[in-house]
């Protein structure tokens, strides 16, 4: 797991915070300085942050478990999307829907109705509406794939959130943690890292910034979920390993029964041969 160097973090603008007017004071600890009235990141603390964040994400992946990716941002929206995607992770680029965590089994019924048109599609029952009752579904069927699309696969709440902006994204983040579930993000000098378990104090606006942050993580995850494959054949090995020698002992105690009963059966035949003694 390789962690981005200072210059690398430098070039990406990764310590280009806000206004110093726009500050918050909770910040403080990861701003470095302040030039022409702009407050610069400490990007020491942010390489250590990162490198936190990706050992923590890349367990959980490993572990099995889902984290959703959260980015409504222009800059933001089609970076997660493709990195999310190759790691087949859920992501919310759209509006965040309320409720979406705290209110989870609403959500998914949204997402079961997509699957339900899919079916009509499929089966013939659009042929019997009418025209107008057709377009109508599908402008519906559009507007779920638009907003829910990318969380289709995510059955039960994820087992954390990673966010871009956590001043943008206050409502999710906020669900999280009435719920308990840990959160990753991009803090940049105008947001209060306090709501966020895992802080990477960075410029959360510069496209450049996100990407660099995003193929950290997704690397890290990668690596997690590569570990799962290896550790789930080597299980599967042993558990092989194991069985093997439990079939070979029932052979071989099959074969010492059917020893034992053919001298059984033997002694008699023998018994009745033998003359008898004068």
């Not at 890349?58 to 929206?77: H, P």
């Not at 509006?95 to 959500?107: K, Q």
């Not at 969380?151 to 990673?162: C, K, M, Q, T, V």
Request: glycine share 4%; proline share 5%.
């Amino acid at each position: 797991m390789a962690t981005p160097t200072f210059e690398q973090l430098l070039e990406a603008g990764c310590h280009f915070g806000h206004l110093k007017r726009k500050w918050n004071p909770a910040m403080a600890p990861y701003i470095f300085m302040e030039r022409n009235g702009i407050h610069i990141i400490d990007l020491y603390k942010t390489a250590a942050k990162l490198d936190e964040a990706a050992a923590a994400l890349k367990n959980i992946a490993r572990q099995g478990k889902k984290v959703l990716f959260v980015a409504t941002k222009k800059q933001a929206k089609q970076v997660v999307a493709d990195k999310a995607s190759t790691i087949n992770m859920p992501y919310v680029i759209e509006r965040w829907p309320g409720g979406m965590l705290t209110n989870f089994p609403t959500i998914r019924k949204a997402v079961k109705k997509m699957t339900t048109i899919d079916r009509m599609a499929k089966d013939g029952t659009f042929d019997n509406l009418s025209k107008r009752e057709r377009l109508q579904i599908s402008r519906q069927r559009a507007k779920l794939e638009k907003t829910l699309g990318s969380i289709a696969d995510l059955n039960r709440l994820p087992s954390a959130l990673f966010v871009v902006d956590v001043l943008k994204e206050r409502i999710a983040v906020a669900e999280a943690n009435r719920l308990g579930i840990p959160v990753f993000a991009m803090v940049d000098t105008n947001s209060d890292p306090n709501g966020v378990d895992y802080v990477i104090p960075c410029n959360d606006d510069a496209s450049k910034s996100i990407e660099l942050v995003l193929d950290t993580i997704v690397a890290a995850m990668a690596e997690g979920l590569e570990e799962r494959k290896v550790e789930k054949v080597d299980t599967d090995k042993d558990a092989s390993a194991e069985a093997a020698p439990r079939r070979e002992r029932r052979r071989v105690r099959r074969a010492d029964v059917e020893g034992e009963a053919v001298v059984a059966e033997e002694a008699p035949a023998a018994a009745e041969e033998a003359p008898e003694a004068e």
